[in-house]
Structure formats: structure tokens, C-alpha cells
């Protein structure tokens, strides 16, 4: 499997999902980190239309799973940046698979080592 060019944080897919995106996501390899499936099918008023559009959307994607090395950095970027553990997790499934994270997470933004790029939504 190759590495991914990019890694969808959760917020990226839920504006995905709801058309808020100013722009197209950028061409490449796609993938998510296993944490931001578990936010997004986890969430409970997740309506029957939602939870097909997510089947799709993960059937499509590739997933990226909890490893060792992952888990190291994610607890030294809660230590170093007191993030939450999802966020923690995330940045630490990208930085691992040297994929830049796409986010509208400023916090993120703030991590030395974390290639971001922020997602410019609509204003309406």
C-alpha cells in the first residue's frame, strides 16, 4: 500500500460531506486516520442517508490503522501540545505516513512538526 499525499482530518470530511468546501480537495492519494471513523460513524444522530454517504466515502478511501509508532507520537504530541487524544491521534497517523493533514483545526496548524493545510470553506 503506498503512503497517502494527504490525510483527511474529521472536520475535512464533514464539510466535505455538507458542501462547505470553497474548493476541491487537492489531487493524490487520499486516506484517514481509523479514529476519524470512529468519530464520524460514531456520532449518535447520524441519519440512514449520512451513514450510506460514509459507506461510500470509506469503501473509496484508504485507512490508516493504529501502529506503535503512532501511538508514540500521538503521546508525545498530548505531552508537547496538550491535544485531545483524537487530534493527538490524527496528527500523529500523518505525520507517521509523511502525509500532509488537511484541517480546519487551527490548533493543529500549531504543530512544528505536522505538515497542515487549511480548508477554506464557503461564506454564505
Known amino acids: 500500500m503506498k503512503s497517502p499525499h494527504f490525510l483527511l482530518d474529521t472536520n475535512a470530511v464533514i464539510y466535505l460531506h455538507k458542501g462547505l468546501l ?12 481509523f479514529i476519524t471513523e470512529i468519530e ?7 441519519s440512514s442517508e449520512q451513514e450510506a454517504w460514509l459507506a461510500r466515502f470509506f469503501a473509496n478511501i484508504q485507512h490508516i490503522g493504529l501502529s506503535e509508532e503512532i501511538k508514540e507520537t500521538a503521546i508525545n504530541f498530548r505531552r508537547s501540545y496538550r491535544l485531545k487524544i483524537p487530534d493527538a ?25 505536522l505538515t ?5 470553506l464557503n461564506t454564505q
Do not use: N, W, Y
Request: proline share 6%.
Open 40 to 46: 464520524l460513524r460514531g456520532f449518535p444522530g447520524l
Open 22 to 33: 470553497k474548493d476541491p480537495l487537492p489531487t493524490g492519494r487520499m486516506a484517514i486516520s
Open 89 to 113: 491521534l490524527i496528527a500523529a497517523s500523518a505525520i507517521t505516513h509523511g502525509a500532509v493533514l488537511l484541517t480546519h483545526d487551527d490548533q493543529l496548524h500549531k504543530i512544528s512538526e
Open 116 to 120: 497542515c493545510r487549511s480548508l477554506a
